[in-house]
């Protein structure tokens, strides 16, 4: 467990903006950050992060939450393992005991996996640097492909002995559980002899890591030429899953979003080589045809894409898949044609820095151009296969979601295809309408921020009445702490006021979760005389937390030299606080009031309502048209 200090420490020197920001490219915009939403698919922006706030909220698909829940969120971490990844990106000593044996057993399959899969990545690096096997043949290797110690070193390569199970046994020893062992894929059953022995038996090894640099799985490299496969990956398990992982992201991430293009090259060597020679904006699909889910990572941090794959049949073919996917996400495609016999490994190696950079910004062609060449499209002579490289062409360019981008390529490329801009044009419509949009409407209220999905539903009065205590809450933890002056000349806070009014009226929150947060709130108050916001914020009961910044989030916030610049003033509620907080007070009493008329009105229908009855739903009636009077509504 994290001692209470070290948890509060951790929070207080996080900084949201630096955490998502080693997610998402972020832009600044007035106070806050915007970029795309890393929980689900969007094209325009509609992701915040409030560092005053110390909070993020998507406005697309409502996900909201501290340094801590993005983490969560992200890597899929539960919380203590959150606190730990923002601790060590601060420096913040947490001291923890080494797994026994015991606890080991104990710990559930997936935190067993991250351990031993770790362990693993020590283990073949000790190897690797400590064994006379693993100098002359695995270091020797990475010799002779150029690598220097620094870089071996930087992407934790290692070596996994000839012996059948040299690995698995020493595992054992340290009492790592066999079948964790074998569910992560390292070791696996021998169906002869029944023993546990290595996957990766006398294998360079390829750790393959997390966004963050947790190690999922490995890729190992044979040298046995008798092996059925040359390259070899980890399977898939509880924490690896090889389409949603880009090997060496955990080290490329940083320079992608500086320099906003990401090369995707095939190998893990090529990403090693590039790196060594300077260019970091580069990532592999590990060991598997590019996935929508890895295109994904990419759009966090940039728009622009190169391809830098081999110019064999499969490389092509590879590539001709990847262009439409890229596209169909909003992103820019080029494609980087290497001199034959020769890959991003073997070429970086043959330039400095300046001329390999220099070469794949020469070298880099748009789609179109790319897919021109390669159909061999201009020396083509029958008719019915320049048809067809051209309809291939037009769908590629049909995939592009802007318009005015789809219609910028008709324009360009209509003489290069030989093809009336108005035609193109009309076949790339054509292809459109046949691309299937799955994605919904939404459209977003700007004055709660909240995603509201058409049509609107007519809320139940249990409904309305849940609004009305949500609405009360969203002051409380906005404004409670404001103050205005009364009548009587006397300051008063708003927190004050909402506190008084509903206690004179015995008014009760409905929602259960609601009134917990109601009653911290008083609690709040009562010990510290202020609403401490991060103290929500940062609650450990979750339900808490993501209600708190959920009425924190505002989409719009206005520059506080908007005035002085343009001169235009505009309202704000905290400008208008006491009226607000009436109005909000009046309504939730209405809301109780209708509620116990609904209930009355029921009685009668079934006959069970008694005079008393009778005489409160008169009193009640009375008392909501003098409420409705004061809102300005009309009596419904």
């Not at 702490?481 to 000349?489: C, G, S, V």
Request: contains cysteine; neutral net charge; proline residues 2%.
């Amino acid at each position: 467990m994290i001692p209470k200090e070290t948890i509060d420490q951790i929070f207080e020197t996080a900084r949201i903006e630096e955490i998502v920001g080693d997610f998402v490219s972020l832009k600044k915009r007035g106070v806050n950050y915007i970029g795309n939403c890393p929980f689900h698919n969007e094209k325009t922006p509609s992701f915040t992060v409030s560092p005053t706030k110390g909070i993020y909220k998507c406005f697309g698909c409502g996900k909201g939450g501290n340094s801590i829940n993005f983490i969560m969120e992200i890597e899929h971490y539960n919380y203590p393992e959150a606190l730990k990844f923002v601790a060590k990106k601060y420096n913040i000593e947490i001291e923890e005991e080494e797994l026994s044996s015991e606890q080991i057993e104990r710990s559930n399959e997936k935190d067993s996996l991250f351990i031993v899969s770790n362990y693993a990545k020590e283990y073949f690096q000790d190897v690797l640097w400590n064994t006379e096997e693993g100098k002359s043949v695995g270091l020797s290797y990475f010799k002779e492909r150029g690598f220097t110690d620094e870089t071996i070193k930087k992407f934790e390569l290692g070596y996994n002995p000839k012996a059948k199970d040299s690995f698995s046994k020493e595992a054992l020893k340290k009492a790592y559980d066999k079948q964790v062992l074998i569910s992560s894929g390292l070791s696996l059953i021998n169906e002869g002899s029944m023993e546990i022995v290595d996957r990766f038996k006398e294998r360079t090894m390829f750790p393959i890591q997390s966004y963050s640099g947790r190690t999922l799985g490995f890729g190992g490299r044979a040298f046995n030429p008798n092996a059925k496969a040359k390259y070899l990956n980890s399977p898939e398990n509880l924490i690896y899953h090889k389409s949603k992982v880009l090997y060496g992201l955990n080290y490329s991430k940083n320079a992608i979003g500086k320099e906003g293009i990401c090369y995707i090259v095939e190998g893990y060597t090529d990403v090693i080589s590039m790196h060594q020679n300077g260019i970091e904006n580069v990532v592999s699909a590990s060991g598997t045809a590019l996935t929508l889910e890895q295109i994904k990572l990419i759009n966090r941090l940039a728009k622009n894409v190169v391809l830098l794959f081999d110019g064999d049949n499969a490389g092509i073919k590879a590539t001709y898949k990847s262009i439409n996917m890229i596209l169909k996400e909003g992103m820019n495609v080029k494609i980087v044609a290497f001199p034959k016999g020769d890959d991003p490994d073997s070429f970086s190696k043959k330039l400095s820095t300046d001329d390999f950079k220099e070469f794949l910004n020469n070298e880099a062609v748009d789609f179109i151009d790319y897919k021109i060449k390669i159909s061999e499209l201009n020396t083509n002579e029958d008719p019915t296969k320049i048809t067809n490289i051209k309809r291939d062409i037009i769908e590629s360019i049909s995939c592009i979601p802007d318009s005015l981008n789809r219609s910028q390529y008709c324009k360009t490329f209509s003489k290069k295809l030989d093809i009336a801009e108005n035609v193109l044009l009309s076949e790339v419509a054509k292809a459109r309408a046949n691309i299937g949009s799955f994605e919904q409407v939404v459209s977003t209220n700007t004055l709660s921020g909240q995603a509201i999905r058409e049509p609107k539903e007519k809320l139940s009065s249990d409904g309305k009445l849940m609004k009305l205590e949500e609405e009360i809450l969203r002051l409380l933890i906005n404004y409670g702490n404001d103050t205005f002056i009364t009548e009587e000349d006397e300051k008063e806070s708003v927190a004050s006021l909402i506190f008084s009014d509903l206690d004179a009226d015995n008014i009760t929150f409905t929602n259960t979760s609601f009134n917990a947060m109601y009653i911290e709130i008083i609690s709040v108050i009562k010990e510290k005389g202020v609403i401490d916001l991060q103290h929500f914020i940062n609650h450990k009961n979750q339900e808490i937390s993501q209600k708190a910044i959920d009425l924190i989030s505002n989409k719009h916030s206005i520059s506080s030299n908007w005035v002085d610049r343009h001169k235009i003033y505009t309202g704000r509620e905290d400008e208008k606080i006491r009226k607000t907080t009436e109005k909000a007070i009046l309504s939730l009493k209405k809301g109780h009031i209708d509620k116990q008329i609904k209930d009355l009105q029921l009685k009668i229908k079934d006959g069970s309502i008694d005079t008393e009855g009778i005489k409160l739903l008169s009193r009640l009636t009375q008392i909501k048209t003098q409420i409705a009077k004061s809102l300005g509504r009309n009596v419904g």
